[in-house]
DNA sequence: GTCTATATCCAGATAGAC
DNA sequence: GTCTATCTGGATATAGAC
């Protein structure tokens, strides 16, 4: 029957969401080699052989995490850059939206980190670091971009636009790893203190 | 004899440093469990077994190089606050040399990113999770102190001198993951990207 | 779909010759 | 001190019953 298999396909997908769910702070708290397939499991509270029917291997789950957190978020870089805001208001929302999320939701430190590692790892699937190589440079030329609109409209100070999305990005990434570091104890820093490099004369 | 006691004890510990400069680079990049002994051995030159002459164990190294790591690091920091210069000239030596370091030496990054990584680990030998919850603060605290002793020369802006040195040295990790990220393609951004979280009227 | 049991492989650590 | 050979444990992935 159709409908039958739409129900089962479905139920599939939320299993293997899952199973993501569980192993993206595993990864991300261990490593992929430390965490074990049994881990994984049982944090999602099913037998280790189950996992096989959802995933070939413990490296496809982790190509899939990496996979779904690059769509995710150069999806939203893009829309940012498309809402109707000037250069400044688009730094200060992307600015106070991360720093917020970031308090409110471990998960997105979690992949923070998890990429961040998986950046520089030589021991994470060949697959993983391709999509990291093709992906990984949108949100910093969205923020570019954003900085030199925002210098020919005279709003921002100066700096290389460039440098300035580097600084902003690595310290995003610097704070989630600092998240994990602190759990539950962490506060995000004033936005200002992030919006300042690119508005000098901001005050706090 | 007692000469050559000294020399053999000499000569130990030069094999001992080798081992660990050699290790530092394969765990950052690849994780303590993914870094096999037979590669530490191998980019050292020496059969796998005999590295247990010199170690006990592939989780005694870990904790060394975390040990030596906040050694230095601390000691550089305690250093920098007992110089005689104004609090400003303080943080702006201590970006710009740790700016410097980062894109010169790639080391600098990599045991960075060590302690980084095993700082949110739960898969770090517990010996190593003692020493970094031990020592951790205190780079911190001196940029804090810092900030709070430029507050009230008048020197620096506002904001919560927890929070700038927060920042300060999450950019600062930051920028290491980027560093390797990078490669030898890396360039540090202008220290003032920096400094001008504490300073706004700082031009660029 | 779900489980238990197991084949297989691989890496850490040790033994023992030189 | 240095090597090669090996023991041993543990983790991935599979097989096969239910």
């Known amino acids: 029957m159709a409908r039958s298999a739409v129900q089962n396909e479905q139920m599939r997908d939320e299993r293997r969401q899952a199973i993501l769910s569980s ?7 261990r490593g992929l080699a430390a965490t074990k397939v ?9 037998a ?3 996992l096989y029917h959802y995933f070939r291997s413990k490296e496809e789950i982790f190509v899939e995490i990496v996979r779904q957190a690059f769509d995710r978020m150069n999806t939203a870089a893009r829309e940012l850059e498309r809402l109707p805001l000037t250069p400044r208001q688009k730094i200060e ?11 409110e939701h471990e998960d997105f430190a979690w992949i923070s980190v998890l990429i961040s590692t998986a950046s520089i790892s030589d021991a994470v ?9 093709r992906e990984r440079d949108v949100p910093y030329r969205v923020v570019a971009r954003l900085a030199r609109a925002g210098q020919r409209d005279g709003a921002f ?8 999305a580097l600084v ?6 610097g704070l989630a790893l600092h998240r994990l570091a602190l759990g539950a ?13 690119f508005f000098p004369e901001t005050r706090a």
């Open 157 to 164: 100070e100066g700096g290389r636009p460039d440098d300035l």
């Open 93 to 103: 929302r992307a600015a106070t939206t991360l720093l917020r999320t970031l308090e």
């Open 48 to 50: 280790q052989g189950l």
């Open 168 to 173: 902003f990005w690595t310290t995003v990434k």
């Open 125 to 133: 699937p060949a697959e993983a670091t391709a999509i990291i190589r």
């Open 23 to 29: 192993a993206v702070r595993l990864f991300a708290t």
């Open 38 to 46: 049994a881990d994984i499991a049982s944090a999602v509270g099913m």
């Open 185 to 197: 104890a962490y506060k995000s820093p004033d936005p200002r203190i992030l919006t300042r490099m």
